[in-house]
């Protein structure tokens, strides 16, 4: 449960670190997931690309997969 393990990321600051949680997600997660889709896509486009990345990357609309579906790539869940 990606949107759960993102929570749970979040929960580990206190009530007086809000700011600084929010400074995290923005920078190290946000900022860089808009990047990396930018630069996957290219590679995606072309077929039989592998891209790992870390879990909190992925969920939410700011999430890599949620970005890619934006572009119109099909994002399915495999088992």
Not at 20 to 43: D, G, S, Y
Not at 51 to 74: N, Y
């Amino acid at each position: 449960d990606l949107d759960r393990l993102h929570a749970m990321s979040l929960s580990m600051y206190s009530a007086q670190e809000t700011h600084l949680a929010q400074q995290f997600e923005k920078q190290f997660i946000t900022m860089r997931n808009k990047r990396m889709v930018e630069r996957m896509e290219r590679h995606l486009k072309q077929g039989g690309a592998f891209v790992g990345v870390g879990a909190l990357h992925l969920s939410g609309d700011e999430g890599i997969l949620r970005l890619l579906q934006k572009r119109g790539f099909t994002v399915k869940r495999a088992y």
